[in-house]
């Protein structure tokens, strides 16, 4: 089993920045595709970002594209969400999810096998 962790969650500006981390434990956490995902209220979760097991592969929603940059630490056994000109829009509870591939990851949540508590972002306008 692997429990994962976020933070880094908070209250920022519009145009503002926030990185947000998923620390894992428990069993191995390699080789895996890790995910980022959001939820806002009334709404469905929604891909945001993924990164292969080297870190080579990444693969980013459309509504972040050039704001946001996913990399990793497997050393650290952590994944990062850099968020650079956040919008209102952005505000969600942010969930990092891992899944046993090699590959970038699915954009679907359901591919995804072990999932963190979440964090909670807000954009202020």
């Known amino acids: 089993q692997v429990q994962l962790v976020e933070s880094g969650g908070g209250l920022v500006q519009a145009g503002g920045s926030l990185r947000l981390s998923c620390a894992a434990s428990?069993?191995?956490?390699?080789?895996?595709?890790v995910g980022w995902f959001r939820q806002a209220p009334g709404k469905e979760r929604e891909f945001v970002a993924s990164?292969?097991?080297?870190?080579?592969?990444?693969n980013y929603a459309d509504s972040v594209k050039g704001r946001f940059t996913i990399s990793r630490e497997n050393a650290r056994n952590t994944v990062y969400l850099q968020m650079n000109y956040l919008r209102p829009e952005d505000t969600a509870v942010y969930y990092c999810?891992?899944?046993?591939?090699?590959?970038?990851?699915?954009?679907?949540?359901?591919?995804?096998?072990?999932w963190g508590q979440g964090t909670q972002v807000t954009v202020s306008s």
């Open positions: 990164i292969s097991w080297s870190g080579i592969s990444t």
């Open positions: 999810s891992a899944t046993p591939v090699y590959g970038s990851g699915s954009t679907s949540a359901y591919d995804y096998d072990y």
């Open positions: 428990g069993r191995t956490f390699s080789p895996s595709a």
